[in-house]
C-alpha cells in the first residue's frame, strides 16, 4: 500500500430495484438486497495516477477474498505498506514538514488556550472567594 491507494470495501447491498403497485395507483420502490454470500461484500482498489484521476486497479467479490492468490496479493501490500510508511518517517517531504509543523502549532495553540482557560478560572475562582466579583448585566 502506499499513499496513492485506497481499498473500498462495500458490504451488503441491493440486487435490483423494481416499482411495484401497492394499490389504488401508488407504487413503491422495492428492492431486492443481495444474499449470495460470494457478492455480500466486495473491494475495490483505487490507485491515484499522476494526472489527477483515480482509476479502478481490481475488485475483488466474495470468491476472490477466501483465494490463494488475494492472500499472495494482501501479503505483498502489507510488506509494501510497511516499506512506504519507513519511507515517510524517514524521507518525509517539504510537504509532511509544513504539515507537522502546522499541528504543532496547532497543539501549542491549544496549550497555551487550556492554560489561559485555566488561570482565567482560578482568578474567578478566588475572586468569588473574597467577594469582590462584579457582574454586568
Aim: one cysteine or more; aromatic letters at 8%.
Amino acid at each position: 500500500m502506499s499513499p496513492h491507494c485506497v481499498w473500498l470495501v462495500i458490504v451488503g447491498g441491493c440486487e435490483s430495484l423494481e416499482w411495484e403497485d401497492v394499490g389504488g395507483g401508488v407504487k413503491e420502490l422495492m428492492s431486492t438486497f443481495i444474499t449470495d454470500t460470494n457478492r455480500l461484500t466486495m473491494i475495490i482498489e483505487l490507485v491515484y495516477i499522476e494526472a489527477g484521476e483515480w482509476i479502478v486497479q481490481s475488485v475483488l467479490d466474495g470468491n476472490d477474498l477466501t483465494s490463494k492468490k488475494y492472500q499472495e496479493k494482501y501479503s505483498s501490500y502489507s510488506k509494501t505498506r510497511v516499506w512506504w510508511m519507513d519511507q515517510l518517517i524517514e524521507y518525509p517531504t517539504e510537504k509532511e514538514i509544513k504539515l507537522q509543523r502546522y499541528i504543532q502549532s496547532l497543539h501549542q495553540e491549544l496549550q497555551v488556550a487550556h492554560e489561559n482557560k485555566v488561570s482565567l478560572q482560578e482568578a474567578l475562582t478566588e475572586a468569588n472567594k473574597q467577594g469582590t466579583c462584579t457582574c454586568m448585566m
